[in-house]
């Protein structure tokens, strides 16, 4: 039988097969009413993102599970700061480049209120909220007494119009407050020189944007879609959930605190009479009577009280917030736990498993967005700045601009496990130790470094330190200047401070 001969046999089961895989494209009764437009992400950006974007800020700002997801999107994004090693080959050079970048980040922000791993973090907080961030490079006089003459200035999303869509006078586009040239690519940013919603900012008449060439900015937001050109919140999916839920716990709470308010009402047959505690009435003919403790009122025949008995929340309150609390960790993609704050139903395969999925998110933003659009056109322009200033000579500028940038390390559940397994990778060569050293955070030389100076201070003052028994071998680096003459061979032999050759 001929593959034809098969295939018509199975003609009959074929239209089913497909219809079931386009059954979304069906105009059936249930799906009649589902008729979403085709439009753009773009479009869609320009049209409803001022709405999106003051929306996600008040959420954040009022609702505690939106601000607590802010602040642990930002911890795990960047942490205390994606930091640069330096590729440069020769050592001293190396050094001197890293000691200059340290010693700069204190001076990287251009208000004076943190340094650049601050600026990172409010980078970060940004595309939770807005989606997007703007960073201009500033470059100062000489005058102004900075190691480099360079400092970020973060800008909100606000500061470039979403209505701004119209033909410069030099036949570019503009597109949402970005400016376009003939073969698409960014030439400017036409930036508001104030804040809209700013109204403490007040000042004389100015035109309201300022072009500012595309090489002195930095557009820092995730593209989810291809050709997108502004960012979407981060909190944009669960939006509707937070605020629906938030009103919810409100009324919720406004019910508990009426129940807790112990009222009764009185029926009288003889409204003229008082009772016992009866205040005289107010304009409308109301009266109150109070109840003291251990009164036992005798009422007059035909005299009533019935007192409130507001209805409990019920049974399926924390089933209700627990299920539509899951949906919105979800929407946001961030384990249920960092959004709310409860482990109750968490254990260590459970939070595991969740993380291992988390950092592999994280680190797709780590990359991707935070290294290659913010530190890395940094790192260049505070090269070529520290260059030209004389801050630095270096020579031939090719030499020194690869770099790497660590991420912050991850703090696993269980770090004793963690740490053995890299180990033991690294005793089986599936692994290095420069890895291994990377994945903390840390940079190698900084960390053979430290590890060389503290072991020749100790052999300076005569002090010897033992590993605890349990330890694995290679774990331990073991200085070649004062070795141990009670180790047994091979324990603690597996690592040096002597940097590893690649």
Known sequence: MGLFDRFRRRGPAGPSAMHARLEGAMAKRRLRGWNPPLENINALVASGGPRLLARSRELVVTNGYAANACEAFAANL??????????????????????????????????GLTDFYGLQAMVAREMFVAGECFVRLRPRRAEDGLLVPLQLQLLQSEMLPFEKTETAANSNRIRCGIEF???????????????????????????????????????????IDAGQIRGLPHVAPAMVRLFLLDQYDDAELDRKKTAAMFA?????????????????????????????PGTMQVLLPGEDVKFSSPADVGSSYEAFQYRTLLAVSASLGLPYHLVTGDVRQANYSSLRAE????????????????????????????????VLSGAIDVGDMATVRPVQWIPPRWDWVDPLKDIQAQVLAMEAGLTSRRKVVEATGYDIEEVDRENASDAARTAGLGLRYRASPGETQGARATPAAAPDTDTPPGDGSGSSTTAEQE
């Open 78 to 111: 960047v942490g205390d700061g994606i930091k640069p090693s330096s590729l440069i080959g020769e050592a001293d050079l190396r050094d001197r480049v890293q000691r200059l970048w340290l010693a700069w980040t204190d001076e990287a922000d251009a208000d």
């Open 355 to 386: 993380l291992v999925e988390f950092r592999r998110r994280i680190g797709q933003l780590q990359h991707g967005v935070m290294a290659h659009q913010l530190c890395r056109p940094i790192w260049r322009r505070w090269l070529e700045t520290a």
């Open 264 to 292: 009764g009402f009185i029926t009288k047959s003889a409204p003229e009479d008082p009772m016992m505690g009866e205040s005289a009435a107010d304009l409308d003919g109301a009266a109150i009577a109070s109840l003291e």
């Open 181 to 223: 040239d003939a073969i698409g690519r960014r030439v400017a940013y036409h930036f508001r020189r104030r804040h809209p919603g700013d109204s403490t900012d007040l000042g004389a008449v100015i035109p309201e944007t300022v072009r500012v060439p595309a090489a002195d900015v930095l557009h820092i937001y995730r593209p």
